[in-house]
Nanobody
Framework: QVQLVESGGGLVQAGGSLRLSCAAS????????MSWFRQAPGKEREFVAA????????YYADSVKGRFTISRDNAKNTVYLQMNSLKPEDTAAYYC?????????????????WGQGTQVTVSS
């Protein structure tokens, strides 16, 4: 059974940092694009960042460029999201997702697997 398990969320002051992790299990994720999405209360789930299998290509939402960094360790089947200079508007539940097509979709629908989410709250 495929599982994506996020961790690392929490409460942080504006300007602070957090590092999210997503541990994947249940199959090999060779060739999969791994992405992070987030969803704030009353809002739609939105794309944050994506990374290709090799790690050679990364993609970011404009709202997080220069502040967030996505990376992956394929030996550990884990993807990370380093979040710096956090703002109150970054407050949301953050979800890890995996897509087997190898395409870094920026909409949620194509993704094959999802984690349960980890809450990030940024206080002003």
């Amino acid at each position: 059974q495929v599982q994506l398990v996020e961790s690392g969320g929490g409460l942080v002051q504006a300007g602070g940092s957090l590092r999210l992790s997503c541990a994947a299990s249940g199959r090999t994720f060779s060739g999969y694009v791994m992405s992070w999405f987030r969803q704030a209360p009353g809002k739609e789930r939105e794309f944050v960042a994506a990374i290709t299998w090799s790690g050679g290509r990364t993609y970011y939402a404009d709202s997080v460029k220069g502040r967030f960094t996505i990376s992956r360790d394929n030996a550990k089947n884990t993807v990370y999201l380093q979040m710096n200079s956090l703002k109150p508007e970054d407050t949301a539940a953050y979800y890890c997702a995996a897509d087997r097509s190898g395409v870094a979709f920026t909409t949620p629908k194509p993704y094959d697997y999802w984690g349960q989410g980890t809450q990030v709250t940024v206080s002003s």
